[in-house]
């Protein structure tokens, strides 16, 4: 329903700007009314017609609350009145006497000035201008009508023009829309270099290291206290991984090959399985032609100088180079690993993997027959969807009576329908955390967001269970032979919000927070560094212009997500996990819902809450990666701590 509103609002604001265009080139002719063809008043019509939808569309949105309607009814309803100006000044008197009608030289201001409001209102809400610019806009309009309204007075309307004339005005038209088109496309340009702690860096100078130390930490120096070799000689054991980014060509289970890029060769990458506790030593060697490489631990909480965001938390490891990740794997729970350098370009092509860390004990859980099932769209976001490699329907054989675990992954930035039909079912785990109590479900559907984890729990019967995953299939039998079933009543949507039980949470709904912050997403046109794209924006703006987060060390803090777009945007906060405290003002009932990655779909409000315990530089970005090339990225930022690395086009570093 908000999608509806949503997009014939914009769709209409759209179709505006050539229906306005026509009205002020008819509007001359309007002079004299009685003379004018009738048909010259359809695009007013339409106009007005446009305005009374939007003006509809507006009061509709006041369902998902003033934060919606108010900013879509700011750009109508100026665009409404003067549109019934028209009506008043020149429709309705043309049917009156002579005598008793206005004047021509306010009849031909008002329907052309009538028509240029509309045009730059639909023009600054798909821009995505503010109010002030709205009411400056207005102000000139009404000065610029005013100044017509005189000119016709005095009789100085100029004689119609001719051929050449004309041609000549469209074309100095054209050349201004482009000459503006140019100059807004320039101006997006990103710096070459530039600093998350410093703003847009102007000195050239070669590498990244060095300059930037104002004092406080630099996010090199925040390696974590108990990661050190020595400090893993004790009780826990150091795990050590080598990944290899290297080009690969894969095989679909089609028969298709893809040209990947890969860890180690394999696709998905390999998984890595530590237990909680462990030491983890990753070394990332970059065997890529001409492109670096990072890698990000998604969910799991590292020290900052672990996070692998290129030209954030490290330079991105150059071809050839390598380098060590070292942390512990102090969360339990299914996690994921990707690149973090042109990680939109790189996550598609192959560039992760999952992460699971197991309970320190090993009895506990390894009865059960685990399935890691990443779901990746390969090519792009409308490619071969597949659960591995496989886009059709694979055949696996669990014993009946066996404890079967799945881990599913959604690498994809849209989200994914996972079925699950066949056997009871528990989602024991969202993100990697474990759901508290959660209940026996006949089946379930899960709606899992990009970059999102879910966990889930059955006891093998002696019949076929199916996993579903929008097109791509897992079938679990006792011989492994049987075919997908027949596709029944769906099982209920899973909502998290109220699944599980309550259970003791350090903070909550109530607690006094030490910063509040509120994140509203909207959707313009726009230029992103030099080229044309749909903008997801945050608060008005695009990276690097997203003002920080900032916190100081022990801050309890509150964000609220508005997404006033048509799309979904999971967004996932680095080095931290939240606590999800409400759903479009209502306060979740089940178990506590935490989370890394939050899918905010189009007209939600989430109001979520975590400790800010991890100090360091944080990207906070929506995790459909295409989003975040556009700009649809900010960072959490700690009082006092500085990185000391770059990004741009000048720098290594192309962290999204
Ligand atoms: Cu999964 Cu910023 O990343
Ligand atoms: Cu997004």
Redesign the pocket.
């Known amino acids: 329903m908000f999608l509806w509103v949503h997009y014939i609002d914009l769709v209409t604001a759209l179709l505006q700007l050539p229906v306005a265009v026509a009205a002020g080139w008819v509007a001359p002719r309007l002079r004299s009314p009685g003379a004018a063809p009738r048909w010259l008043a359809a695009p007013f019509a339409l106009l007005l017609g446009g305005a009374a939808l939007r003006l509809v569309a507006g009061v509709l949105l006041l369902r998902w609350g003033w934060e919606f309607a108010g900013p879509r009814l700011v750009f109508v309803v100026p665009a409404l009145v003067v549109a019934a100006t028209v009506y008043l000044v020149w429709w309705r008197p043309a049917r009156k006497p002579p005598g008793e009608a206005p004047g021509e030289a306010p009849r031909v201001a008002a329907v052309a000035g009538a028509a240029g409001a509309v045009f730059v209102a639909a023009v600054a809400q798909l821009a995505g201008a503010g109010a002030a610019v709205v009411a400056g806009l207005a102000v000139l309009g009404v000065a610029a009508m005013g100044w017509a309204y005189r000119r016709l007075k005095r009789g100085q309307t100029p004689a119609p023009a001719g051929r050449w004339r004309t041609a000549a005005r469209a074309a100095a038209g054209l050349a201004l829309v482009a000459a503006v088109t140019a100059g807004l496309s320039a101006a997006s340009v990103l710096p070459a270099r530039s600093s998350m702690t410093g703003g847009a860096v102007d000195t050239g100078g070669g590498g990244a290291a060095g300059h930037q130390h104002h004092g406080g930490a630099s996010v090199t120096d925040l390696t974590g206290a108990d990661t050190t070799a020595s400090a893993a000689g004790g009780d826990a054991a150091v795990r050590r991984f080598t990944l290899t980014a290297q080009q690969t060509t894969v095989r679909l289970d089609s028969g298709a090959r893809v040209a990947a890029w890969t860890f180690n060769g394999v696709a998905p990458g390999p998984q890595l399985v530590v237990r909680q506790g462990d030491l983890v030593e990753v070394t990332l060697v970059n065997r890529l032609p001409g492109v670096g490489v990072t890698v990000h631990w998604h969910g799991v909480d590292v020290p900052n100088a672990m996070d692998g965001v290129a030209g954030v938390t490290q330079d991105a490891v150059a071809p050839g180079a390598s380098f060590v990740y070292r942390f512990r794997a102090r969360q339990l729970g299914t996690y994921w690993y990707h690149s973090h350098e042109m990680s939109s370009v790189q996550v598609r092509r192959g560039l992760f993997g999952a992460l699971v860390v197991l309970p320190a004990d090993a009895a506990v859980q390894d009865d059960a027959v685990a399935d890691t099932v990443l779901r990746h769209t390969w090519g792009n976001e409308d490619g071969v969807a597949t659960l591995g490699l496989a886009a059709g329907v694979q055949r696996r054989s669990v014993p009946a009576g066996r404890q079967v675990r799945l881990r599913l992954v959604n690498t994809d930035g849209n989200p994914a329908m996972f079925t699950l039909t066949g056997a009871p079912v528990r989602v024991v785990a969202i993100d990697g955390t474990d759901v508290h109590e959660p209940g026996v479900l006949p089946g379930v559907r899960i709606r899992a967001g990009g970059g999102s984890r879910y966990d889930l729990v059955f006891t093998m019967p002696d019949r076929p269970v199916t996993l579903r995953a929008d097109g791509p299939g897992i079938v679990y039998s006792p011989h492994g032979d049987a075919g997908p079933d027949q596709q029944g009543a769906a099982p209920a949507v899973l909502d998290p919000a109220r699944y599980g039980t309550p259970a003791g949470t350090e903070f909550g709904a109530g607690s006094r927070f030490d910063r509040r912050f509120t994140l509203r997403v909207d959707e313009r046109l726009g230029f992103y560094d030099g080229r044309p794209a749909v903008l ?1 924006t945050l608060n008005g703006a695009s990276f690097p212009d997203v003002p920080m987060l900032m916190v100081s060390g022990g801050d309890l803090v509150e964000v609220t997500y508005v997404n006033r777009s048509g ?1 979904h ?1 999971p967004m996932h906060l680095h080095g931290h996990h939240m606590l999800v405290l409400s759903r479009d003002g209502r306060a979740t009932t089940g178990s506590p819902w935490w989370v890394d990655t939050l899918d905010v779909g189009p007209g939600e409000t989430y109001r979520v809450a975590f400790r800010a315990d991890n100090p360091g530089l944080w990207m906070d970005h ?1 995790h ?1 990666l295409e ?1 975040a090339a556009d700009g ?1 990225i900010l960072h959490l930022g700690y009082t006092g701590v500085t990185s000391p690395f770059l990004t741009g086009s000048g720098t290594v570093n192309h962290p999204e």
């Open positions: 997801y799309q945007h929506c459909n989003h649809m």
